[in-house]
């Protein structure tokens, strides 16, 4: 494959705090807003506390999810005043750091999350994306102290609903095991780690360097798992299997035990052989999601550097 | 020749194991729900005089919502003043809510009052699995503890006692004539792990197993329990304007519950990457470290001395034993020697 030559970048958005109670995102925008960070050598840096309001309440949201507000339809959708609060809030995201699919729109979106699922460091890209799959790349080879990996979910720029897509490039950082609501030092470390190398990849990038091609190993989305429930109450009637609890990425085989219902029977996986991730994760359980599975895919990446002039 | 005194106390017919009394520590929830599913399919089978179990989903509201509690912590709701002061037209959702577990298993400090009531928590913290209760010489709770140890070896179990008198104490558990709560971590609010409900309903097992056991007359061998009694609390550091903490627990520090720490241990790591160390004098041992809940309450882990308590042997009291001890509520305080 042949090199490619791709406009250097200018701007770079962080963003904190999409979710209220996920607070790695939140301390680290504080953070960096406290040591006045606005430049990352020739990139302007903007810092972004997503939703102040579910970070006050320490809440995942207050009226709905707003990580799930930035679809092209629902972007240009009129307000009014019953409009939820995060919908307005996605509006004024959109204006600050779009409009989604312009020229305007900030070079690159990186949302950070935390998990109760043990994913150690994930980024979540929607689509293949040479820039930001450098970027992993860079962030993958550099980090050695927690497993790095790629999960792609496929989907339309416009039907895209995360906040990542308003940006030209965009990613989640996503890492656990943490629970809602407090900070560990060990994963606000991993995250700042992360951020860091981004930035420092954005500079070196500008500055000319060539990034070389080769493989990436991406996880794609391919189904989900609701847990076992009562046809009546509609409450769960079993936890994940603790064969499966905290074994994200490990390929599921079939007859494999995945749940344990409370009176202690085991419900077992049938069907292709996929992997696991997303595995207990708090913030799931009214989405109807126990876990994700997911086809892990091999991706061609061409070596890329800055267009001079 | 020396023969071990055998402290002789009353049955124990009426037990109360309640959950949900923070909406979303789940164990507690499901392990409830499961045991009334259980209860409604047996009949209990009894040898001897039959033992009441209650089971109750303690704050109902917050369990639907999945959040803590509505309008504040129930958990904090069962001192005497709190029980027994007046409830205006806008009292708190929980304030209600702890009057009528009062009724329910209580009333507080009455002869009426429920013989054991066992709550079930959960924590962020690594603290395996702890029994929380107030006393240090309740034997009924010691002896509990001791026998929990022996029959789940695979997790560690500990006692952590909270000084606090009958009057001012402020949990559920104190609602009964003996009890304590059942506290397992870590586990993240919100979400049921496998192995931490398997632990809760074995301890609940256990815990149950022994009342019968001890009902039916069978006697406890003394011994010797080690005890946690809380000293202090440490808060976060803060920002002396917004309050938000500056810092998180140390990573060396962090999952630590139950290690002793030492003057100048790492106590935390700033946001810009500072260690913050331990300035107290004496060592002590640390618990609930990073409990995601008690961060309003301005506690980032608590710190306690562990000291040896000797337990007596035990036994349930004759029905004569029994009827002249109804005529006054004897507290186990005057049964010891």
Request: glycine residues 6%.
């Amino acid at each position: 494959m042949d090199r490619v030559s791709l406009s250097p970048l200018s701007s770079v958005a962080i963003c904190g705090g999409t979710h209220g109670n996920e607070l790695s995102g939140v301390y680290i925008v504080r953070e960096m807003q406290k040591q006045k960070v606005g430049k990352a050598g020739s990139v302007s840096v903007t810092t972004v506390l997503t939703n102040p309001l579910a970070v006050d309440a320490c809440r995942r949201y207050i009226e709905t999810d707003l990580n799930r507000c930035f679809t092209s339809a629902l972007l240009s959708a009129p307000i009014t005043d019953s409009t939820p609060f995060e919908l307005r809030r996605a509006q004024e995201l959109n204006a600050l750091l779009g409009p989604k699919g312009s020229q305007e729109a900030v070079d690159l979106v990186c949302d950070i999350h935390n998990t109760t699922a043990n994913m150690g460091l994930c980024l979540i890209f929607y689509s293949l994306d040479w820039i930001t799959m450098h970027i992993f790349k860079y962030i993958q080879s550099k980090m050695t102290s927690v497993p790095v990996r790629a999960i792609q979910l496929d989907t339309p720029v416009s039907e895209a609903y995360s906040l990542e897509s308003v940006g030209k490039h965009g990613f989640s950082i996503e890492v656990g095991p943490q629970p809602n609501g407090l900070v560990r030092a060990d994963i606000y470390n991993t995250v700042k780690e992360a951020v860091d190398l981004t930035l420092e990849w954005l500079q070196e990038f500008n500055s000319g360097t060539t990034f070389e091609g080769g493989e990436v190993e991406a996880y794609n989305l391919v189904k989900s798992i609701d847990y076992p429930r009562d046809p009546t109450t509609n409450e769960i009637t079993a936890a994940i299997h603790p064969e499966l609890q905290d074994n994200d990425f490990k390929l599921l085989q079939s007859g494999d035990p995945i749940f344990q219902s409370f009176s202690g029977e085991t419900v077992k996986h049938e069907g292709e052989e996929l992997y696991p991730f997303f595995v207990n994760e708090c913030a799931y359980y009214e989405k109807k999601i126990a876990f994700h599975l997911a086809q892990k895919n091999t991706l061609i990446v061409p070596s890329i550097s800055a267009k001079k002039g | 020749m020396e023969v071990e005194e055998v402290v002789r106390l009353p049955r124990l017919s009426r037990v109360a194991v309640c959950g949900g009394t923070h909406g979303n520590e789940l164990s507690g929830v499901y392990l409830v729900r499961e045991l009334l599913k259980e209860q409604k399919k047996e009949e209990e089978e009894e040898e001897g005089e039959p033992m009441s179990v209650v089971m109750v989903l303690s704050n109902p509201r917050a369990t639907l919502q999945c959040h803590r509690y509505v309008d504040t912590d129930l958990n904090r709701c069962f001192t005497h003043a709190i029980l027994n002061g007046p409830l205006s037209d806008t009292a708190p959702y929980e304030m209600i809510r702890s009057q009528e577990l009062n009724a329910m298993l209580g009333p507080k400090g009455s002869p009426g009052a429920t013989d054991f009531v066992c709550d079930l928590h959960n924590t962020t913290a690594n603290m395996g699995l702890c029994l929380i209760a107030y006393s240090d010489r309740d034997w009924i709770c010691l002896h509990i503890f001791k026998y929990l140890q022996r029959q789940m070896p695979d997790i560690p179990v500990r006692y952590i006692h909270f000084d606090i008198s009958h009057k001012e104490s402020y949990s559920l558990d104190s609602v009964g004539k003996h009890g304590f709560a059942i506290e397992i971590g870590p586990q993240p609010h919100g979400v049921v792990r496998s192995n931490v409900y398997t632990a809760m309903k074995l301890g609940v097992q256990h815990m149950l197993d022994w009342i019968r056991f001890f009902n039916s007359g069978a006697s406890f061998e003394g011994g010797v329990a080690e005890v946690f009694t809380m000293v202090k609390h440490i808060d976060y550091p803060r920002d002396k304007e917004t309050r938000h903490i500056t810092a998180a627990i140390h990573p060396q520090l962090q999952d630590r519950d139950f290690c002793l720490l030492h003057p100048d241990d790492p106590l935390f790591q700033t946001f810009s990457g500072e260690t913050l160390r331990y300035k107290g004098t004496e060592p002590l041992y640390p618990f609930f470290i990073n409990e995601c809940a008690y961060y309003e309450k301005n506690i980032a882990l608590s710190l306690a001395r562990k000291k040896f308590v000797t337990i007596p042997a035990i036994q349930v009291q004759t029905d004569q034993e029994q009827q002249a001890n109804e005529q006054g509520f004897t507290s186990e305080e005057e049964e010891e020697e």
